[in-house]
């Protein structure tokens, strides 16, 4: 289920939309991830950050999730006047309360240490007044402790919106798609088949197969069919009908 962004903690009309928009920067990776849960596009600064999206893509847990929330004032230790913003806040759809989380990188968090800690500080005091929890989140639980899971994500994230993606009053598009519906029919005969064993029940031939195996990925990319997302994607996966 999907939830406009006014609905996100609608107590606060700060959290309807991102306050801060993310411009091109000459050092780093920018950019916008269509996001088909939120039916909206989602801004980037790095990759490490598009990265992130991706797992917020795909956990089913998460209910809603906005970057570049909201702005925190603070005062740093010179005295200055300071504004930072963290890059997402997250809902979750049981008893967990909302995140508010900054990306960085190990290297950054050492090499800019001093600095971060008065932002960090500040958001911490922060959530504690909005009941929030504030959490940093790194390139090793990113990219290292979840790197089959993000793989995977984005292996079958490229399938996702393929038929979406088709002008279909300009193409050949077929109202019914039979090759579905073959793959439909026998997973209620198999329950639970490898990829694999599945196309060959299916058909010996070679072409066909190829056209099935990218027909399947789009139904395991859009929960029409199920696998173990945690363990890495081949055609020995096992999957099955919700």
């Given at each position: 289920m999907t939830r406009d962004r006014g609905d996100l903690l609608e107590e606060d009309a700060n959290f309807s939309k991102r306050v801060?928009?993310?411009?091109?920067?000459?050092?780093?990776?920018?950019?916008?991830?269509?996001?088909?849960?939120?039916?909206t596009t989602i801004q980037f600064e790095s990759s490490l950050e598009r990265d992130f999206i991706y797992l917020l893509e795909y956990d089913d847990n998460v209910k809603y999730y906005l970057e570049q929330p909201?702005?925190?004032?603070?005062?740093?230790?010179?005295?200055?006047?300071?504004?930072?913003?963290?890059d997402f806040l997250i809902e979750y759809f049981n008893e967990q309360i909302p995140r508010l989380v900054e990306i960085k990188y190990e290297s950054t968090l050492i090499s800019k240490g001093a600095e971060?800690?008065?932002?960090?500080?500040?958001?911490?005091?922060?959530?504690?007044n909005k009941g929030f929890e504030f959490c940093v989140i790194t390139d090793?639980?990113?990219?290292?402790?979840?790197?089959?899971?993000?793989?995977?994500?984005?292996?079958?994230?490229?399938?996702k919106n393929f038929f979406?993606?088709?002008?279909?009053?300009?193409?050949?598009?077929?109202?019914?798609?039979?090759?579905?519906?073959?793959?439909?029919s026998e997973m209620?005969?198999?329950?639970?088949?490898?990829?694999?064993?599945?196309?060959?029940?299916?058909?010996?031939?070679k072409e066909k197969q190829a056209e099935l195996i990218f027909l399947t990925w789009y139904m395991v990319?859009?929960?029409?069919?199920?696998?173990?997302?945690?363990?890495k994607l081949t055609l020995k996966s096992l999957i099955w009908l919700p």
């Open positions: 801060r928009e993310i411009t091109a920067k000459r050092f780093s990776l920018t950019g916008v991830v269509n996001s088909k849960r939120l039916k909201l702005e925190i004032k603070y005062v740093d230790s010179q005295g200055n006047d300071r504004r930072y913003y963290p971060l800690r008065e932002k960090f500080h500040a958001a911490k005091l922060f959530c504690e090793l639980q990113i990219r290292s402790e979840r790197v089959i899971e993000l793989n995977n994500y984005k292996f079958i994230d490229r399938y979406c993606n088709i002008n279909k009053e300009d193409s050949a598009f077929p109202e019914f798609n039979t090759d579905l519906q073959l793959l439909f209620e005969k198999q329950k639970k088949i490898t990829v694999e064993n599945l196309l060959n029940e299916i058909t010996d031939d990319s859009n929960n029409f069919l199920y696998t173990n997302l945690k363990e």
